[in-house]
């Protein structure tokens, strides 16, 4: 019987680790235009996001965006948008991914509360479709196409 990790393998994915945190998240270790971060993955953020004071970090250019984010807590927050970055998760990388910069302090405030560690980012629903996710929840891992 051919196992989940040796049919996706088989097809060309890319297997990447996770860690679960003591909130029960899983984090992920990125390169965001060639500078290692670390992000929550959440398949229920639509897009992928940044926090303001990650700006300089990773070398983002930004533009001020209309769009009003909410999730996590916090509703109508400001946001901006970076366009043409690369990202790396693992082995599998893309090119001109966007971004939405938001203030992530009611993020890490509550990931510090617990004891795990603040985060960059998240990886959102947008990439995660990008790579044709699946994630392994039992073996703790996300494979990318």
């Known amino acids: 019987m051919t196992t989940l990790r040796q049919f996706l393998l088989k097809k060309e994915y890319h297997r990447i680790k996770l860690d679960y945190t003591k909130t029960n998240h899983f984090e992920i270790k990125a390169l965001l235009n060639g500078v290692e971060g670390n992000f929550i993955v959440d398949t229920g953020a639509s897009n992928s996001c940044v926090g303001f004071d990650a700006v300089e970090k990773f070398n983002l ?3 001020e965006s209309d769009v009003k984010a909410a999730g996590a807590g916090a509703t ?3 946001t901006q948008l970076s366009k043409k970055n690369s990202l790396q998760l693992g082995k599998w990388s893309r090119k ?3 971004l939405i910069l938001f203030d992530l302090t009611h993020v890490n405030t509550a990931l510090t ?6 985060v960059d980012g998240i990886i959102g629903a947008d990439v995660l479709k990008k790579g044709k996710a699946v994630i392994d929840y039992e073996k703790k891992c996300l494979y990318l196409k």
Request: without cysteine; aromatic residues 6%.
């Open 76 to 78: 109508d927050m400001h």
């Open 61 to 63: 250019f930004t533009q």
């Open 96 to 98: 001109n991914i966007s």
């Open 113 to 118: 509360a617990h004891d795990a560690t603040p």
